[in-house]
């Protein structure tokens, strides 16, 4: 593995940036993918969403590969990954940490929880009940734990990526809408291709995948990285668009709640690391489309009548479908006037 020392940026002209980027993303996918077998726009999801900074929920059904795309994902980088294992049982101070009393020191001193980590792992986290879920949202939104009237702040890069069955499964609790706003992104694994499934047979069958991913890559590259995406530019026009966008969820008739100004800023950055990942230094209309429905569907509140006649996933997929066919594309390119912006 090829890493640079911290501080050090490895490039110097435009586009060399990028060209970075690309290197560094690809390792990435090649890695993860050595696990995950033909789920190629997950995985690149899974990085654009680092890449912008965010967490990832990923949900479906019971043994599709959830739980094993965010080990992948954490495997392939050289940084502090911790794992929760969310039950009912547990509580917020199992997640953020817990002050305890030092008979020696005659003092609290304070133990710290999983979440200080660059990537925490929640694995099944809508199995535990809504108080224990209710400990991430300090942690995902201001990247901060406070325990006793006391802030600790968390490393950079700092990802949770939560894992969640569908709430129709039995023992699950629904995420409040608070905590689903915070997650950038969601996506559904599905079901493998039969021929996805055959060579999970081969690679899955003697041996365990994970255990030969390597780290590709290291934390302090990836907050470099991310300090990369944060440059990439945005004309007006791109801006007024997904102002647009989101402003039509919120007037939808069939939505009770639509997209929420925290969501319009997610947008934003997801697509901003869509178009790095393509390696252009400005965003189109197209990154925004790529990336509105793993960005917005989780956060929309379908109505009732709605909802009962196809679900609320698959009717707010085909809502978010529905706002991106209505919404004007704007006409003037999205590319700045000057290079190196």
Known sequence: MTVTEPGVIPWREPGTGLRHLADVAARMTRAVESVIDGKPEVVRTSLVVLLAEGHLLIEDVPGVGKTMLAKALGRSIDARVRRIQFTPDLLPSDVTGVSVYNQDTRDFEFRP????????????????????????????????????????????????????????????????????????????????????????????????????????????????????????????????????????????????????????????????????????????????????????????????ETAASSGSAEAASRIVADVLARVPIPHRGARPSHRGR
């Open 113 to 304: 929880g999983p979440v200080f980590s660059n990537l925490v792992i929640a694995d099944e986290i809508n199995r535990a009940a809504p108080k224990a879920q209710s400990a991430l949202l300090e942690c995902m939104e201001e990247h901060q734990v406070t325990i006793d009237g006391v802030t600790y702040h968390l490393e950079s890069p700092f990802m949770v990526v939560a894992t969640q069955n569908p709430i129709e499964m039995e023992g699950t609790y629904p995420l409040p809408e608070a905590q689903r706003d915070r997650f950038t992104a969601r996506v559904s694994m599905g079901y493998p291709s039969p021929a996805a499934e055959l060579a999970m047979l081969d690679s899955h069958g003697n041996t365990e995948p994970l255990d030969a991913v390597d780290p590709v890559t290291e934390a302090t590259e990836i907050t470099r990285l991310i300090s990369l995406v944060r440059s990439v530019h945005v004309a007006d026009e791109v801006r007024r668009y997904i102002i647009d966008l989101v402003t039509a969820t919120r007037r939808h008739p069939e939505l009770v709640l639509g997209a929420s100004p925290r969501a319009t800023l997610h947008l934003i950055r997801t697509a901003r690391a869509h178009a790095a990942l393509d390696g252009r230094a400005f965003v189109v209309p197209d990154d925004v489309q790529a990336m509105a429905e793993p960005v917005l569907t989780h956060r929309l509140l379908v109505r009732a």
